[in-house]
């Protein structure tokens, strides 16, 4: 999401060219690089007559090893022409550095519902092409010196994204993930590391079907469990299920005892979160429990291990648990994520 997310500013490194550790001579595996994959069309910041970033960009000695997919979270347009979509790049361009204060668009390429895709920040296009470095973006905080980050014009919460923006961000995950070298399963969406809606819980859900797809094209094909990949659940109000009652027992686990345990998302709850996310300084204090929030509410020093093995109780199938074998936070991730698949 471009428009009415981060509040606080990413930390850029203006004019710096970076020089990671690993020098940036990481190869990418061969299998990768064997796919034959056309680069879809790109129009980029000259073509849709961007402004000049206010400072250099900074572009780091190394290869993203992510593609974070985020919906614009804008108006589900008609018009398909290459005009509107230059009219989005030019907006959110305006939008970032106007009002946000960054020194370009935040994201590196932009796709448009009529399936144009832009270069977002400056010289993102070019380094692709070459492929063995990244311009940092400021499109998720924390990931931006490691994830290529792709708007994707529309609001995709209960509506699907259009075949022909489909199409082309299957066509440019595919490009990039051959470019450096990426795996197709590191196609993620911005709520996997953020408390945010973003892409939309429609696209969300198509995301393994998107891996899948890049996945074929390359030439790599994965297994469904593969593509399926354990992700946070989103909680949000009127959620209810085995998940809220963990993440209830894991607030008053912290501290919050006025929460209820009982696995619907109440006002309570909500008003818990918020305190929750005030006190560790998220990005966002929005009371949606997702990729930024749970991996804190797991792994809190100081909880109460009664509620802990409650919460694990809640989320485990059988609800046999062993307090002496409390989970790391990719185990929690894997137990959350199919607790919130199960019927
Ligand atoms: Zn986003």
């Not at 305006?94 to 960054?102: I, K, L, M």
């Not at 696209?203 to 998107?210: G, V």
């Not at 006025?258 to 309570?268: L, P, Q």
């Not at 062993?322 to 936070?329: D, E, H, K, Y």
Request: proline share 6%; with cysteine.
């Amino acid at each position: 999401m471009w428009g009415p997310g981060p509040s606080r500013r990413s930390v850029l490194l203006g004019g710096l060219v970076l020089t990671g550790a690993a020098g940036g001579l990481v190869r990418p595996s061969q299998a990768w690089a064997s796919g034959s994959v056309a680069a879809p069309p790109i129009i980029d910041c000259a073509g849709w007559g961007a402004r000049p970033p206010t400072r250099a960009v900074p572009v780091w000695n190394h290869r993203p090893v992510r593609i974070i997919v985020h919906h614009t979270a804008t108006a589900n347009v008609g018009d398909l022409s290459r005009g509107a979509a230059e009219a989005v790049a030019r907006l959110i361009q305006n939008f970032h550095v106007d009002r946000r204060g960054w020194i370009d668009t935040g994201q590196n390429f932009t796709i448009s519902r009529g399936g144009h895709v832009l270069e977002g920040r400056h010289r993102s296009l070019e380094v692709l092409r070459a492929g063995d470095r990244h311009v940092e973006g400021a499109h998720c905080t924390g990931q931006n010196v490691s994830a290529v980050g792709i708007e994707n014009e529309g609001t995709y919460t209960a509506l699907a994204p259009p075949e022909r923006l489909w199409d082309r961000l299957r066509a440019m995950c595919a490009y990039v993930c051959r470019q450096y070298g990426i795996a197709p399963t590191e196609i993620v969406g911005h709520r996997d590391f953020k408390d945010t809606l973003c892409p939309g819980d429609a696209f969300y859900a198509m995301l393994p079907r998107l891996r899948t797809e890049v996945a074929d094209l390359l030439g790599t094909p994965l297994s469904d469990r593969a593509a399926r990949r354990a992700s946070w659940p989103l909680l949000r109000p009127d959620s209810a299920g085995p998940a809220v009652e963990a993440a209830q027992h894991l607030l008053r686990a912290v501290g919050f005892v006025d929460v209820e345990a009982t696995g619907r998302f109440d006002e309570r709850t909500g008003a818990a979160v918020r305190r929750y996310q005030q006190a560790n300084r998220t990005e966002e204090v929005n009371g949606l429990v997702g990729g930024e929030t749970w991996p804190l509410l797991v792994s809190a020093h100081d909880a109460d291990q009664q509620e802990v093995a409650l919460a694990l109780r809640a989320i485990t199938p059988g609800g046999a648990v062993r307090a002496s074998a409390l989970p790391g936070v990719d185990e929690w991730k894997r137990l959350l994520s199919a607790a919130a698949q199960r019927p």
